[in-house]
């Protein structure tokens, strides 16, 4: 029988805190009702209201599987009616970013573009505005430490979604690092960099919350087993 | 058509109720926080215990002008006891007045949604001697005092120098204000620590911190809680509707606002290449004499067709309104101008494919084509009934992302969470004494 050589998982030196992140949305001062408003907004409001209107919404919709990416998105299309814009916003990933003056920058960029290449969308007026929110954060524990593999699958597979969402998805704007929580503790604490790696590659844009934590999960039980 | 015939299509387009419905019920005992683990799981359960944690021996009040009827006192009577039974005990007051006080407060609840109104000295007096009169009859005690709507605004001049938190709840539309009665009121939510709005439309430009607190249904009440299919069974029976066929359903009061001639309209529109029945149930018309008239206009709207059955139910049939919530195919609410639209967060709660006006608050309950659809127009409402009707998955693939939204965003405890979070907050930016 072929022996497997896939490396065996080892006992952390430091184990796995589950914690979750709760919010509470903040209304802020900048409102836009035209697409060159919402560049200036953009270019100025707090990173708070960058950071809630791509990172946070998407765990405020955890639950939809497709056709949901960011408010600057949602909003170019369902109150500026511009398809185009739409789907240049809805396609950038904030995985892709470790801090928010980079995401900051590249959604200035494309409304900037969209609008020198369409002089005409400059004056429409959006069917109602958008308004600037943020929001204020507390991150709280779980129940749930992992110091083994088998602990960290039963955990992961235990707490609540926005707990998955603050570890796999927020975590890059905290270690300021492309990689997430869960992969950085599978790689440097339990030695297994190709687990790691598979989870970062898990397309959050295509699942749910739900479809994430199965995904995380089943790419840890092959290690366990 | 024979006058029997006509006699027979005017009964079933203005049922009569049964005598079950006919008396209000015995009150339920109120939920306890772990009946709703089965509902939202148990790690947000575990979420609110451990922000309650931080907060014990912490007090809050919250004071209205009611105790029954209406959204903020149905609200209140669900929040208080679950905080309370979180270890963070609430209190509620509620501000008294005399006629003269609650004529004033009306014509300004009117005036801050955008009616004209002269707001006269007298008003003013009015209001403010009736505040100072709850001032000196009620106890600020409490860590954090959470003022509801603008009938009690003034008694933040007990603030005094205590370190309690003020908090200013408001739960009507303000992005319209009469400018006097605004500018009047306005000094007064100025000296709270923070307010809270409905909707990000309904705030307007303060010097204190805004949160947003959507509105919220309990999974749990009579209206919202699961049924037995048995129940919904008897209910539809008692109530006319056959469910072999498909329903489509508004719930509302029989209010122009909420467009129920424009629904007739769209469904009969709908009916040219579908079939289905129309519900429209609500109140309204027996005690108000605008709901009457408008009673009277949808039924002449609906003519003799035996397939729209109008129900003027009395304001105690929760139950009634859930199990017809639930035998319904598709959910409508096609309102003209809204609150927040509770009756559409009560749809999306029970799964189903929900079609509602683009106002007040909806749009942020409906995300077009995602949780649910929205409409601007009779045409447009009596084609998305068609366009659901006829296709099933997609109906409920926007009734499942639909349920999803409420359970993340608009159960009470969210809501719970919401005031715990917001204590926790304010406390770090001005912290209290240890209890």
């Known amino acids: ?225 | 058509m024979t006058a029997t015939a006509s006699t027979a299509a005017a009964a079933r387009t203005s049922r009569q109720l049964p005598a079950s419905v006919m008396t209000p019920p015995a009150p339920s005992p109120p939920p306890h926080l772990e009946d709703y683990k089965k509902i939202i799981g148990q790690g947000q359960l575990d979420a609110l215990r451990f922000l309650a944690r931080d907060l014990k021996g912490k007090t809050i009040k919250m004071v209205n002008s009611t105790a029954v009827g209406g959204g903020v006192a149905e609200m209140l009577n669900r929040l208080v006891p679950l905080l309370s039974e979180l270890e963070v005990p609430a209190h509620w007051d509620v501000i008294t007045g005399g006629n003269d006080f609650f004529e004033v407060t009306k014509a300004f609840h009117n005036a801050l949604h955008g009616s004209s109104y002269t707001l006269t000295k007298a008003a003013q007096e009015i209001f403010l001697m009736y505040n100072e009169q709850n001032r000196e009859r009620l106890r600020f005690d409490e860590g954090m005092l959470v003022i509801h709507d603008p009938q009690p605004l003034p008694l933040i001049r007990s603030r005094e120098a205590n370190s309690s938190h003020w908090v200013w709840r408001c739960h009507i539309d303000l992005s319209n204000p009469d400018a006097n009665v605004w500018e009047f009121l306005r000094p007064f939510v100025e000296q709270y620590d923070a307010a809270i709005f409905s909707s990000q439309s309904f705030a307007r430009q303060l010097p204190i911190p805004q949160y947003l607190f959507y509105p919220c249904i309990d999974p749990l009440s009579e209206k919202n809680k699961e049924l037995e299919e048995s129940q919904v069974q008897k209910i539809c029976d008692e109530l006319g509707i056959d469910r072999s066929r498909p329903i489509v359903t508004q719930v509302s009061r029989f209010d122009r606002l909420k467009d129920p001639v424009g629904v007739v309209q769209a469904y009969k529109l709908a009916k040219k290449y579908v079939d289905c029945q129309l519900v429209l149930a609500g109140g309204g018309a027996s005690d108000d004499p605008e709901g009457a008239a408008v009673l009277q206009e949808v039924k002449d709207a609906a003519g003799d067709d035996p397939d729209i059955i109008i129900l003027d139910l009395p304001p105690w049939c929760a139950l009634e309104i859930n199990a017809i919530q639930r035998a319904s195919t598709i959910i409508v609410q096609k309102s003209i101008k809204e609150g927040f639209g509770l009756t559409v967060t009560e749809g999306l709660w029970k799964g189903k494919p929900t079609i509602a006006g683009a106002v007040g608050g909806i749009p942020n309950q409906i995300i077009h084509k995602l949780t649910g659809v929205l409409v601007h127009s009779v045409e447009g409402c009596g084609f998305q009934i068609r366009y659901l009707l006829t296709h099933p998955e997609f109906a409920h693939r926007i009734g499942v992302s639909g349920r999803e939204h409420v359970k993340e965003n608009f159960l009470i405890t969210t809501n719970v969470k919401r005031w715990l979070l917001l204590y926790q907050i304010l406390q770090r930016a001005k912290p209290q004494p240890s209890a």
């Open chain 1, 1 to 225: 029988m072929p022996t497997s050589d896939k490396p065996r998982p080892r006992k952390p030196s430091k184990p796995f805190y589950f914690n979750t992140s709760e919010h509470l949305l903040r209304i802020g001062r900048q409102k836009a009702a035209t697409l060159p408003e919402l560049l200036d907004a953009i270019k100025t409001c707090p990173e708070g209201s960058i950071f809630q209107h791509t990172f946070r919404t998407l765990q405020e919709h955890h639950f939809i599987r497709q056709g949901f990416s960011n408010d600057f998105a949602h909003w170019s299309l369902s109150a500026c009616n511009e398809p185009i814009l739409a789907e240049q916003l809805a396609g950038v990933d904030v995985r892709e970013f470790t801090a928010i003056g980079g995401l900051r920058q590249r959604m200035a960029e494309i409304v900037d573009e969209f609008l020198q290449a369409h002089p005409q969308s400059n004056s429409h007026a959006a069917n109602e505005p958008f308004y600037f929110c943020a929001a204020d954060t507390l991150v709280i524990p779980t129940p749930f430490v992992a110091d083994s593999l088998r602990a960290f699958l039963d955990g992961l597979k235990r707490v609540g979604v926005h707990s998955i969402h603050h570890h796999f998805i927020e975590a890059r704007l905290r270690l300021h690092l492309m990689s997430n929580d869960f992969s950085q503790w599978l790689e440097e604490e339990i030695g297994l960099p190709h687990i790691a790696d598979s989870i970062e590659r898990i397309d959050i844009y295509t699942n749910t919350m739900e479809g994430v934590r199965q995904q995380i999960a089943r790419l840890v039980e092959q290690a366990v087993n």
